[in-house]
C-alpha cells in the first residue's frame, strides 16, 4: 500500500486564491521530505526540502513566498500555492526517502489555475 | 541545464519490438536509479545500480551501469503496452538532505 499519501488529487481554484497540499508519510517519521514540479511531458523538477521544525530550503528560481511550506509535524508536510496564477498550473509530487534506499513518492496533485 | 540527459525524449513503438533508453552525465555517481512513472501518479522505483560495470534484470527490462559511473541504460525486450510511461533516472544527492535528482525523462509509448 501507499507509503506517502497526498491530497487533493486535483485541484481547480481561481487566480488569485491560494491551494494548499498536503503530503503525509503514513509508516515512517519524516524529517525531511521533499516537493517536486512537473510540467505535462517532462521531468520532475525539484522545488524544495521540507524540513521538519525548521524553515524549508529552496532551489534556485523557487520563490519562497509564493511556494509555502510546512513541516510542522513528523508526518506531515504542506505546500501552499499562494496568490496563484495560470503558470502555476502544474503537476505537484511530494516524496520522502528512508535511508539510503528508495524515494517514495505521493500520488501528486494536478493543480489548474483558472 | 540537466545534469542527467536521457535519450531519446520520446519514443513510440509497436508491441514486441525491443528498445533502449540512455542516462548519460559528464559526472560520476557512486549510484543511480531508475523510476517509471504512468500518467496521474508518483514514480515508482525500478532499480539501483551501484558498481560500475553492473548488469541488473528485472524481468524484460535490463538495466546496466556505466564502467565509469557516468552513464545508465535500461533496455526493454518485447516490449508490451503495459510499459508505456515515462522513464526517469535519477540520482541521490551525497549532502545530508539526500535530495533526487532526476534525469530529462524519456516517454515511451508502446502500441498495440
Known amino acids: 500500500g501507499a507509503v506517502v499519501s497526498q491530497h487533493p488529487s486535483w485541484v481547480i481554484c481561481k487566480s488569485g486564491t491560494s491551494v494548499k497540499i498536503e503530503c503525509r508519510s503514513l509508516d515512517f517519521q519524516a524529517t525531511t521530505m521533499f516537493w517536486y514540479r512537473q510540467f505535462p511531458k517532462q521531468s520532475l523538477m525539484l522545488m524544495a526540502t521540507?524540513?521538519?521544525?525548521?524553515?524549508?530550503?529552496?532551489e534556485q528560481g523557487v520563490e519562497k513566498d509564493k511556494f509555502l511550506i510546512n513541516h510542522a509535524s513528523l508526518t506531515l508536510s504542506t505546500l501552499t500555492v499562494t496568490s496563484a496564477h495560470p503558470e502555476d498550473s502544474s503537476f505537484y509530487i511530494c516524496?520522502?526517502?528512508?535511508?539510503?534506499?528508495?524515494?517514495?513518492f505521493g500520488q501528486g496533485t494536478r493543480l489548474t489555475v483558472v | 541545464t540537466q545534469l542527467l540527459e536521457q535519450s531519446p525524449q520520446f519514443l513510440s513503438i509497436q508491441e514486441g519490438e525491443n528498445l533502449t533508453v540512455y542516462c548519460n552525465s559528464s559526472s560520476v555517481f557512486s549510484s543511480l536509479q531508475w523510476y517509471r512513472q504512468e500518467p496521474g501518479e508518483g514514480p515508482v522505483l525500478l532499480v539501483t545500480v551501484v558498481t560500475g560495470g553492473e548488469v541488473k534484470k528485472l524481468k524484460r527490462l535490463t538495466f546496466q551501469f556505466g564502467d565509469a559511473r557516468k552513464d545508465s541504460s535500461l533496455h526493454i525486450t518485447a516490449a508490451q503496452p503495459g510499459d508505456t510511461g515515462l522513464y526517469l533516472c535519477a540520482y541521490i544527492s551525497s549532502g545530508s538532505a539526500r535530495q533526487l535528482t532526476f534525469g530529462s525523462g524519456t516517454q515511451l509509448t508502446v502500441l498495440p
Open positions: 521540507s524540513n521538519e521544525g525548521s524553515k524549508a530550503t529552496y
Open positions: 516524496s520522502r526517502d528512508r535511508g539510503n534506499t528508495e524515494a517514495f
